[in-house]
């Protein structure tokens, strides 16, 4: 700018106006130029880092849905294992066979619920940086989807229709007809047993078998749904491979 300035004052010294006219347009035209050059060099910078924060988000919302795929994998199996103990007991039930401390296990369980509960901590993240960040549309649509629609679902309609059958229902039930004990040779804390008050009226009480027959119910839909939605969830994780290859 120095060296400019020593010229435009040369040239109004000697009192040559086109020259300095034609001088300072050129001068206006390279400013102009800085600033554009500038502007696109800011741009690809700012391009680059918006990249580089997508790919950093995409891979947190894979890692955050591969760790969900984990717990509900999880939750399946002992569903799975409490399923086996309410069907232990609907089969006694059926058979009218005569008790047997083998159905204490079941006794002590039938009634418990699991969480189902979604690792969300990416697209919590992505929520306060903006959800435009993922440049594939459908790509965000999906992701949106599962996170605000599926997740949702699970911990709205399952677990919730879940936890007012045990709070209302069952747990009051299982208070006022069984005994919890703690068996002496097993020191573990997701093993639980309990004995009937009394057994022959509780194997003819109709309430106990509409409550385990519920119970039953909810848990097959609640095992369909989480396989459904792992199912869904290993093609998302796959998408997201995908686009992050082409990023």
């Not at 120095?2 to 001088?23: A, C, G, H, P, V």
């Not at 919730?160 to 097993?186: A, D, G």
């Amino acid at each position: 700018m120095k060296f400019f300035r020593k010229i435009r004052q040369k040239m109004l010294s000697e009192n040559k106006f086109s020259k300095y006219l034609l001088y300072a347009i050129g001068e206006i035209v390279l400013i102009v130029l800085g600033i554009l050059l500038a502007l696109y060099l800011n741009n690809i910078n700012e391009e680059k880092q918006l990249k580089k924060d997508e790919i950093k988000i995409l891979k947190e919302l894979k890692s955050n849905l591969k760790s969900t795929v984990e717990a509900f994998e999880r939750t399946i199996k002992y569903e799975s294992d409490y399923l086996a103990q309410n069907k232990k007991i609907l089969e006694y039930i059926n058979t009218k066979q005569p008790y047997s401390t083998e159905l204490d296990h079941a006794f002590g369980t039938y009634f418990w619920i699991l969480s189902s509960n979604p690792v969300t901590g990416g697209y919590d993240y992505l929520k306060s940086k903006g959800i435009e960040l993922i440049t594939n549309d459908s790509l965000r649509k999906n992701i949106s989807f599962m996170f605000e629609n599926e997740f949702a679902i699970i911990k709205n309609d399952n677990e919730l229709w879940s936890n007012n059958l045990q709070q209302n229902i069952s747990y009051p039930y299982h208070v006022k007809h069984f005994i919890k004990y703690f068996p002496e040779n097993t020191d573990s804390l997701g093993i639980e047993y309990a004995k009937p008050i009394d057994y022959h009226t509780l194997m003819n009480d109709k309430t106990f078998q509409s409550i385990n027959t519920e119970i039953i119910s909810n848990r097959r839909w609640n095992i369909k749904s989480l396989k459904d939605l792992v199912g869904r969830i290993k093609i998302l994780i796959k998408e997201i491979d995908d686009n992050l290859k082409r990023l």
